[in-house]
């Protein structure tokens, strides 16, 4: 599975930004897929999965309510609407991908993801 990301850019607090991920190659096999973010301070962290086939979707705390996952499987698009983006949220964003035996505890471990893009940075200013 290639995955590749865009949409990110330089925002003022309290905008939006939407992130796209396309996947390529034997995306069938992957349950879920999600996105994480890194700033060179912190860990890689989770930010939303979704599982592909169903849509049933989750969301890392510091996310909850402001920005929401979802796919297009016509396009083998997955999207991130970030809205009321704060400086906090300033990082590269990764969209990743995991096979298809990764049991639903996982969907938010890093190491559940296999296959990742290349990152988009994002640039919230105050």
């Known amino acids: 599975v290639q995955l590749q990301a865009s949409g990110g850019g330089l925002v003022q607090a309290g905008g939006s930004l939407r992130l796209s991920c396309v996947a390529s190659?034997?995306?069938?096999?992957?349950?879920?897929m999600g996105w994480f973010r890194q700033t060179p301070e912190k860990e890689r962290e989770f930010v939303a999965t979704?599982?592909?086939?169903?849509?049933?979707?989750g969301y890392g705390d510091s996310v909850k309510g402001r920005f929401t996952i979802s796919r297009d499987k016509s396009k083998s698009t997955m999207y991130l609407q970030m809205n009321d983006l704060k400086p906090d949220d300033t990082a590269m964003y990764y969209c990743?991908?995991?096979?298809?035996?990764?049991?639903?505890?996982?969907?938010?471990?890093?190491?559940?993801?296999?296959?990742w893009g290349q990152g988009t940075l994002v640039t919230v200013s105050s």
């Open positions: 990743a991908a995991t096979g298809g035996r990764t049991i639903y505890s996982q969907r938010s471990e890093v190491n559940a993801y296999d296959f």
């Open positions: 190659g034997r995306t069938s096999s992957s349950r879920f």
């Open positions: 979704i599982e592909w086939s169903s849509g049933y979707t």
